[in-house]
């Protein structure tokens, strides 16, 4: 029900952006979100922004400053611009949702329907 896009290789300092389009699955209040995850770590948390009072939208502390996140309401589409990539940045780029709510949370446990995910490879 979420299908990511836009993700491939990019050399560091270059500039990506992800796409994810949501479907019926969202209601008017939901949460949208960008995950990543690298082999032998866990997903961990990139950005999210609640459908509801988007000033409340978050990025993570190590990113913000070259992550953007936003949303297109009622497209239900979920975008990531990621700007100066670094090698680091390297992972599987996942999307995922939740509705119901506009209180956005930073875990997995938060979100229940995902994205199958969409590669980013930075080269130095």
């Known amino acids: 029900q979420l299908v990511e896009s836009g993700g491939g290789s990019v050399q560091a300092g270059g500039s990506l952006e992800l796409s994810c389009v949501g479907s019926t699955y969202l209601t008017e209040r939901y949460c949208m979100a960008w995950f990543r995850e690298t082999p032998g770590k866990e997903r961990e948390v990139v950005a999210y922004?609640?459908?509801?009072?988007?000033?409340?939208?978050w990025v993570s502390d190590s990113l913000r400053g070259r992550f953007a996140i936003s949303l297109i309401k009622d497209k239900y589409t979920l975008n990531l611009k990621m700007n100066s990539v670094k090698p680091e940045d390297t992972a599987m780029y996942y999307c995922?949702?939740?509705?119901?709510?506009?209180?956005?949370?930073?875990?997995?446990?938060?979100?229940?329907?995902w994205g199958l995910g969409t590669q980013v490879t930075v080269s130095p």
């Open positions: 995922a949702a939740d509705r119901d709510t506009s209180v956005c949370g930073r875990r997995v446990r938060h979100y229940v329907v």
């Open positions: 922004v609640p459908s509801v009072g988007e000033g409340r939208s």
